[in-house]
């Protein structure tokens, strides 16, 4: 998965930056990213079972233990070391068919929302890099950035490059966007449902926590930010759009 530069640069770009696992379907897609490489032979096999196994606690625990998430990702990046990036990619392709059909019933009319009131729609997301970006093509998105693991000669060598979902990681590429020419942080949006997503909402205008997890939700008490469900997200983010869209 190398890293490429994805920051714009249309003059007052607008952006709509989304989580995907969790915001746009439930579940974690890097779960079964991981089953799928598992069950092919691409990756090594006990590091990629020992990565499921932090993921199920991560996704068990209310408040997940410190330190969980880094372990995750080390743990992942060691479970692709030798992998190549066709079997990568062939995983990824497999795990976004298979997830595809559980995305939120909204999800089409927000998109077309976002769309229409001029927003560049990009996935940012902690689930590994190539099924958000399956997730963008498929979904007609400007594009889709997880985590990143370095490739040489084709293969992975067991290093990441970026994780957006660890501490730092998110705002750093919303940092990216705002140092392009004409990013419009104003009338950009963000949605997101967990804690990290909070790193960016303070970066854009109007911030949206959907189905927040619990450190989320005390996060957003007190600041400007819309807490909504899969029954008001739509309703909201239409006045927000309008709004946008005016400006």
Avoid at 105 to 134: C, K, M, N, T
Avoid at 136 to 151: K, P, Q, R
Avoid at 176 to 202: H, K, R, V, W, Y
């Amino acid at each position: 998965m190398a890293a490429k530069n994805r920051c714009g640069r249309d003059p007052a770009a607008k952006y709509a930056i989304l989580d995907l696992a969790g915001t746009l379907l439930p579940g974690h897609t890097s779960r079964h990213y991981l089953q799928a490489l598992v069950d092919d032979g691409s990756c090594d096999r006990r590091a990629g079972l020992s990565c499921l196994e932090a993921i199920g606690q991560f996704a068990a625990a209310e408040k997940a233990p410190p330190g969980l998430l880094d372990e995750i990702y080390r743990r992942y990046a060691l479970a692709m070391k030798g992998a190549t990036v066709a079997q990568a990619r062939f995983a990824a392709e497999k795990t976004w068919r298979a997830n595809r059909g559980k995305l939120f019933s909204f999800v089409p009319e927000l998109l077309s929302l976002l769309r229409a009131s001029g927003h560049r729609i990009h996935l940012l997301s902690g689930d590994p890099d190539f099924p958000v970006q399956e997730a963008a093509i498929d979904l007609g998105l400007s594009g889709g950035h997880g985590t990143v693991a370095e490739v040489a000669d084709g293969r992975f060598t067991g290093r990441l490059l970026s994780a957006p979902g660890a501490a730092g990681g998110k705002l750093a590429f919303v940092r990216c966007l705002a140092e392009a020419a004409g990013f419009d942080a104003e009338n950009s949006l963000a949605i997101g449902n967990s804690a990290s997503d909070a790193e960016i909402f303070a970066s854009v205008g109007k911030a949206v926590a959907f189905e927040p997890d619990a450190e989320l939700r005390r996060l957003a008490a007190g600041r400007p930010w819309h807490v909504v469900d899969r029954r008001t997200i739509l309703r909201v983010c239409a006045r927000l759009t309008a709004r946008a869209a005016a400006a």
